[in-house]
């Protein structure tokens, strides 16, 4: 008689077949990896915006704030200028107002706080959209750092009042995300004999939090207008769709008389008919995509191939957003500047698209497969990435001379000089924050916001040396002139007659020979300047 070999029962919490966890083991490793996943994309985002360096805008904005407390009410006349500007209204006043005073309380270091706030906030708020529709955290690892790479420049500088806009746009589409659902909750919810009562127009959480908000970003940056646009393509999405649009059309309706609730009151909406529409063929940041590196132009090529393919996969029905992500790529495609729009929206809607797709489908099986081992890829990036952004010392703020006549600034100062200096565009804000009211500047990087197209025009050509440049001189009431010595300009000023009287290895300064200055050559000698 054989022997039997007794059942020996399974532990519950063992693998219930060779090669396959259990449910609880499974859930482990994906709770493993999803937060090894979101520590390493927070730190690769973290090293590319670890170098800080003040923006040039921040310097005007400041001075704005500084200006309007000494004359006890928010300047709306330019008192920086020597050349003509045009009536003045800073649609950054409110972005103005935060770096002055965290400046003021906390130091120079608050301006990176609020820029590192800025892009993981943006982050934050792109990742809840994409899972609230969605997006498994597997596919949205996956396609995170391609994100980063094309929204990072929007965040280089510290703090650029167009971070506040992109960090308020995430924010913006995530309530929208969650519009949606409170309004297919309320349809499924509401009896079926009183679905003609949905025409009834009712405003949900969303939106009320939405005209909270608004206020807000309407001081802080004009791009509150991608706000408006992305309601109206979603309004006009769920018109196609046959969802609720009307409460976005009151909403629409709400935001506009929200706008008049600025220092500048009617006039606003003046500025921004030109603003909107105006050319800026000076300013590289507004031009083509393609402009920017072979590196850079490629992904976001890649991340436009792969909106294809999800959206080609998935079909229209299933592919809620599309046009906000559609006119984000357009806009990206024209304008450099931005392109961290396209990657916002592209990381709140692709990932949902994506995992149904076959692709999407086959990543997912991988990384149940190999969670243990993605899991300790993404800690190894995300140290890699801190060791990176360590090297750039991110709790330092830079005023580099490069970028920042640092060392022409003190000489002027220590010379008590009092007068009309020509600068480029990029320059004047540095100059009126460190030296007005003795100095008036010619241009600074206000652009529309306070200087006539002519005169803008007028300086870029002087710098670049055209037919014409000498006039330039004489045109305005110019004492001195700043020559950064790699513009054209530098090899032609001495045929001017005016003396140099200070160089260093990146400025010249010419002053008329009327003016006493003391002459000096700082060619040996490296700068670096403070905030404030």
């Not at 935060?98 to 820029?115: E, H, P, Q």
């Amino acid at each position: 008689m054989s022997a039997v070999t007794p059942k020996i029962p399974l532990n519950p919490s063992s693998s219930t077949s060779i090669g396959k966890p259990s449910a609880a083991a499974q859930q482990s490793a994906d709770s493993w990896l999803k937060w090894a996943a979101i520590a390493g994309c927070a730190a690769f985002l973290w090293q590319f915006i670890a170098y800080n360096f003040v923006d040039i805008d921040l310097w005007h904005q400041m001075a704005l704030i500084r200006e309007s407390l000494s004359a006890g009410h928010l300047l709306k006349t330019d008192p920086y200028a020597y050349t003509p500007t045009v009536p003045w209204i800073d649609h950054e006043w409110g972005a103005g107002a935060i770096a002055y005073f965290a400046t003021k309380w906390f130091g120079g270091c608050a301006i990176a706080v609020l820029k590192f706030a800025a892009a993981m906030g943006t982050g934050f708020f792109c990742w809840r959209c994409s899972e609230q529709r969605g997006g498994d955290f597997r596919i949205l690892s996956l396609c995170a750092p391609v994100a980063i790479y094309l929204a990072y420049l929007g965040f280089f500088s510290a703090i650029r009042a167009q971070a506040y806009s992109f960090f308020l746009t995430a924010l913006w589409l995530w309530l929208l995300q969650r519009d949606g659902r409170e309004s297919d909750r309320m349809e499924l919810d509401r009896p079926q004999f009183d679905r003609p009562r949905l025409k009834r127009i009712k405003f949900r959480r969303a939106e009320l939090a939405a005209l909270s908000i608004f206020p807000l970003w309407v001081s802080l940056h004009a791009g509150f207008v991608v706000a408006f646009g992305f309601t109206a393509l979603q309004a006009v999405e769920n018109c196609l769709r046959r969802k609720p649009f009307r409460h976005l059309l009151l909403l629409l309706g709400l935001m506009s008389a929200e706008i008049l609730l600025n220092p500048y009151g009617i006039r606003y909406f003046g500025f921004l008919y030109r603003a909107v529409g105006m050319a800026r063929p000076y300013a590289p940041e507004w031009s083509p995509v393609y402009s920017l590196s072979t590196i850079s132009t490629l992904v976001f090529l890649a991340a436009a191939l792969i909106a294809l393919y999800a959206i080609q996969s998935a079909g229209w029905t299933h592919t809620p957003g599309i046009l906000i992500l559609s006119s984000t790529a357009v806009e990206a495609t024209l304008h450099r500047k931005l392109l961290p729009l396209f990657a916002i929206a592209w990381l709140c809607y692709v990932p949902a698209y994506l995992q149904a797709t076959p692709l999407g489908k086959w990543w997912s099986r991988f990384t149940r497969r190999r969670a243990r081992f993605l899991s300790a890829a993404w800690i190894v990036l995300a140290f890699l990435c801190i060791s990176a952004a360590w090297r750039h010392k991110p709790w330092e703020l830079d005023v580099p001379q490069p970028i920042y006549p640092v060392g022409p600034v003190q000489y002027l100062a220590q010379q008590k000089f009092s007068g009309n200096l020509m600068v480029p565009f990029r320059l004047g804000a540095y100059v009126s924050w460190k030296l007005y009211p003795a100095v008036k500047v010619s241009l600074d990087s206000r652009y529309e916001v306070a200087y006539p197209d002519a005169v803008v025009a007028r300086v870029f050509n002087f710098y670049a040396g055209v037919p014409g440049w000498r006039d330039t001189l004489t045109a305005f009431p110019t004492d001195a002139v700043l020559i950064p010595v790699d513009t054209p300009t530098a090899s032609l000023m001495p045929s001017t007659g005016w003396p140099c009287v200070y160089q260093d290895q990146q400025f010249k300064i010419y002053a008329r020979t009327a003016l006493v200055l003391q002459t000096e050559d700082r060619r040996r000698t490296s700068f670096r300047g403070t905030l404030p």
